[in-house]
């Protein structure tokens, strides 16, 4: 019995570092976008001078 338990623990385990950590994890914050960043000053949208252009898009992925 165990053995068993220790198995199951080794399993959660990899499946948490192998697909939780390396694929879910950075997928929500490319949806999420900067809000990501909630409590701080990265959250906040950045004013550029007229003319300029953001080097990345600020509407979240599922919006386009």
């Known amino acids: 019995m ?3 338990v220790g198995v199951l623990v080794a399993f959660g385990i990899l499946l948490d570092a192998l ?3 390396s694929v879910l994890v950075p997928a929500l914050a490319l ?3 900067r809000r990501t960043w909630w ?3 990265l959250s906040r949208p ?3 001078p007229d003319g300029q252009r953001p080097l990345v898009d600020e509407e979240p992925a599922l919006q386009r």
């Open 2 to 4: 165990l053995i068993e």
């Open 19 to 21: 697909l939780v950590r």
């Open 31 to 33: 949806l999420i976008g």
């Open 39 to 41: 409590p701080s000053r």
């Open 46 to 48: 950045v004013e550029l």
